[in-house]
């Protein structure tokens, strides 16, 4: 097959784009190179069956006219902004990034006849719920990021009925490992670098959520993409089970063979519109027939020894 994948030069977009190479597949890359790094793409440039498209969504003209050139079988539509507290500062950011982006793919794709899309979205749509968030419960987004998130999810549904698109939309968790531009693991390491007495970490460490190794997450979303044939599929993956922010310092700490001392900054949120704690329903998957290998702990335990051995 011929994919298209959106923000493919990203930490996630970048290790999909090696699996399907891999598997013989001809993949086109678009990066606006905001948090996409070219060196994550260093053995896809080797292969011929790789074009990167250096290429901002915004520019709907220019998206069409790589539609146009092109003969795409299925977008994975990645690309969005994923820094969360980025968008607390900006309200066009997420609208622009998350929403706008996800429209101009839409609307190349009913242009020029393309059938496939798996969307990249996430636990962030929900808002904070006491429940276990399965794929039908009900969507409260407290963050610009989960709201621009949940509106692609609504676009995506509208165009599937109207324009014969088949969808796979896939909430992701927290997602962890090597090539890594932001996120928690991250975080806690530029701290450690710049501050040798002191590890500040936001919020009271008792935010715990799912955590999944960005492995394991590439194998489910081509999982999902093989196996799942209704024309609208939804699902949420990850494992069932969370970790707490204070077990992930406490892992950064280990892994680095720092001495630091962790100070917490207090509040039950890192950063307004945090989710704090949340913990999926992963039946659907699991009825379907995959569950991720590793647990939350076992999933950062793993990322935090494959970051540092790459840094």
């Known amino acids: 097959m011929k994919f298209l994948i959106t923000g493919g030069a990203g930490f996630i977009g970048s290790h999909l784009v090696d699996r399907l190479l891999e598997q013989g597949n001809r993949v086109s890359c678009v990066d606006n190179f905001i948090l996409g790094r070219r060196e994550h793409l260093t053995s896809a440039m080797e292969n011929p069956n790789f074009s990167l498209h250096d290429l901002d969504l915004l520019d709907l003209d220019k998206l069409d006219e790589l539609f146009n050139r092109e003969s ?30 996800s429209y101009h793919v839409l609307e190349c794709m009913q242009r020029y006849d393309v ?4 969307f990249a979205s996430t636990g962030a749509i929900f808002g904070e719920q006491e429940e276990r968030l399965r794929e039908d419960s009900v969507a409260l987004p407290e963050s610009l990021y989960g709201a ?3 509106a692609s999810e609504a676009f995506i549904s509208a165009f599937s009925g109207l ?7 896939c909430r992701f ?17 530029q701290k450690l670098d710049g501050n040798p007495t002191t590890l500040e970490v936001l919020g ?11 492995h394991e997450l590439i194998q489910a979303l081509l999982f999902i993409f093989e196996n799942a044939n209704e024309k609208m599929n939804v699902f949420n993956i990850g494992p069932s089970d969370r970790t ?4 992930i310092a406490r892992l950064v700490l280990e892994g680095s063979g720092a001495t630091q001392e962790i100070a917490y900054t207090g509040g039950n949120k890192g950063w307004k519109g945090d989710v704090p704690k949340y913990e999926y329903d992963t039946q659907k998957l699991q009825i379907l027939g995959w569950g991720p290998p590793t647990n939350s702990f076992e999933a950062v335990k793993l990322a935090v020894n494959k970051i540092i051995e790459t840094r």
């Open 244 to 247: 707490s922010v204070a077990d």
């Open 163 to 169: 324009y014969n698109i088949q969808a796979w939309v």
């Open 148 to 150: 621009s998130k949940l």
């Open 115 to 118: 059938r496939k899309i798996l």
């Open 173 to 189: 968790p927290n997602v962890v490992g090597d090539r890594s531009t932001h996120g928690i693991i991250y975080d806690l390491l």
């Open 204 to 214: 009271d460490g008792k935010q715990s959520k799912p955590y999944m190794y960005v």
């Open 72 to 101: 795409f079988d299925a977008v994975f539509h990645l690309a969005a902004n994923s820094d969360i507290r980025a968008g607390t500062e900006s309200t066009e950011r997420d609208l622009q990034l998350t929403f706008m982006t």
